[in-house]
């Protein structure tokens, strides 16, 4: 059974900073991506950001310059640096990891809100 645990959100001010994280554990012996992306009340869950397992990153549009994907030390484990937070960046924070057979493992989300 694979396990996401997210963790890191909380109440910013606009313009701080939050750095979320996300291990995984479990039978996920290779993984092709890691990535968040987030949902807003009324919204569409959307990609923020997303890295393969070669380090290559790409992120939305709206969060580029802002938001830094990495992986962590410990092993599938997915960091996401979050700069000059904005009030449109509230949401639920999603952690996924996908396994070289395209499943998709999720986490239980974390809350990040933003106050203007």
């Known amino acids: 059974q694979v396990r996401l645990v997210e963790s890191g959100g909380g109440l910013v001010q606009s313009g701080g900073s939050l750095r979320l994280s996300c291990a995984a554990s479990?039978?996920?012996?290779?993984?092709?991506?890691m990535g968040w992306y987030r949902q807003a009340p009324g919204k569409q869950r959307e990609l923020v950001a997303v890295?393969?397992?070669?380090?290559?990153?790409n992120y939305a549009d709206s969060v580029k310059g802002r938001f830094t994907i990495s992986r962590g030390n410990a092993e599938i484990t997915v960091n996401l640096q979050m700069y000059s937070l904005e009030p449109d960046d509230t949401g639920t924070y999603y952690c996924?990891?996908?396994?070289?057979?395209?499943?998709?493992?999720w986490g239980q989300g974390t809350q990040v809100t933003v106050s203007s």
């Open positions: 996924y990891v996908q396994d070289i057979n395209y499943r998709r493992f």
């Open positions: 479990g039978s996920i012996f290779r993984y092709n991506l």
């Open positions: 890295m393969s397992s070669g380090g290559t990153a």
